[in-house]
Structures are given as C-alpha cells and as structure tokens.
C-alpha cells in the first residue's frame, strides 16, 4: 500500500515546538518531492514548505520563514518538519504530501500538482 502517515502533531503554548514526521510505506523517496500542507477550519488549504528529491532545495510559505524547517532522510525514508515559535495562526491540520520529480516543473514546487497525502496531523497552538 502506497501511503503517508504523519504524526508529532499536538498542543503546544505559543513560542513552543513541534516537529512533524511524516512516514512513507510502500515506496521510496528518493525520486519524490514532498510538500507540507495546512488548513484550518474556513480556511483554504496553504502549502507550507517542499523540499527536493535530494534534499538540496527548500521553499517555505512567508508565513513561516525563519520558524519552520523543512528536512527530509531518505534512508529512513521519513520527512520532517521542525517547527519553531509557534503562533496561533498556526493552529491547523498538517499534511505531507508527495508528487514524482518528473510530473513536477521545478525541484521543490509548492504549486505542483501532489497526489500522494496522508491523513493529517492536528497542531493547536494555544495558551
């Protein structure tokens, strides 16, 4: 089964950390970007940061440059991301997503077209 599972989500006080896993079985990822996504109830859903096949480019959404980090080890074939000084607005439910390097244009594209997810992971940030 080809699938994502994601987890280290919580509650966490605003300024505090988190850092997300996200798990691939039944394939590896030494050829797929991975995205992490967001939403929040009557939001729309926002790409958060990608990182490269390789792990050499990353891309982070404004609201979260210089908070969050994006990292990924293919050999345990897991994707991170580690989340610093944590805001309310970041309350949301993450996602790790996946699309192959090849149907993408650019080697870390937030816009691409991702068809790998998984189930989600709930972060609260609150006091």
């Known amino acids: 089964q080809l699938q994502f599972v994601e987890s280290g989500g919580g509650l966490v006080q605003p300024g505090g950390s988190l850092r997300l896993s996200c798990a691939a079985s039944?394939?590896?990822?030494?050829?797929?970007?991975i995205g992490w996504f967001r939403q929040a109830p009557g939001k729309e859903r926002e790409g958060v940061s990608c990182i490269s096949v390789s792990g050499g480019n990353t891309n982070y959404a404004d609201s979260v440059k210089g908070r969050f980090t994006i990292s990924r080890d293919n050999a345990k074939n897991t994707v991170y991301l580690q989340m610093n000084s944590l805001k309310p607005e970041d309350t949301a439910v993450y996602y790790c997503?996946?699309?192959?390097?090849?149907?993408?244009?650019?080697?870390?594209?937030?816009?691409?077209?991702?068809?790998?997810w998984g189930q989600g992971t709930q972060v609260t940030v609150s006091s």
């Open positions: 997503a996946g699309v192959l390097r090849m149907f993408a244009r650019s080697k870390c594209d937030l816009n691409a077209e991702y068809n790998y």
């Open positions: 039944g394939f590896t990822l030494n050829n797929i970007i």
